[in-house]
């Protein structure tokens, strides 16, 4: 991934690089996780991804011209969640990818952010972003509808937790 660092600003928003004291936040993001999301992506019985686990990825691996960017409230500077483009199952067309504390949800910044983060890849010359969301995960489903994604028909089967759909959207 690589290139310059990407910062950008919404009405209520700064997107930026994560800081290493910010590890707190994204382990609270994997406590909160839904159950029924994949065990890799939530804190194990051995309680991992430590804070000390996620400081050291955020030390090692340098912001680029893609990947997710914490989302800082410009009012009063707490960080709420994340939101970018990470590497997508089609190569050279990113995938966008969100996630807010719950205690965030239902006040639009998802949308927000990713308003942002879609208007800096069409000026950075992608022309397609994808999207993957759990069939059931329905307020995901609406911030993608609302941003113009619409479902292919590729789907991928998890009778454990969940079929994943495939989105699209033209930029």
Known sequence: MGGPEVVLETG???????????????RQLWLERDPRVPPHRRVDAAGRPTVADLEEWIRTHPPGSTGLLALERKADGEVVGYCGLVEGTCEGEPELA????????GRGYATEAAEAVLEWARSSGYRRVWATVREWNTASRRVLAKLGFVETDRVQPDPLHGDTLVTTRTL
């Open 98 to 105: 969100y996630e807010l504390l719950r205690r965030f949800w």
């Open 12 to 26: 209520r928003l700064v997107l930026r690089p994560w800081r290493v004291e910010e590890a707190v936040v994204q």
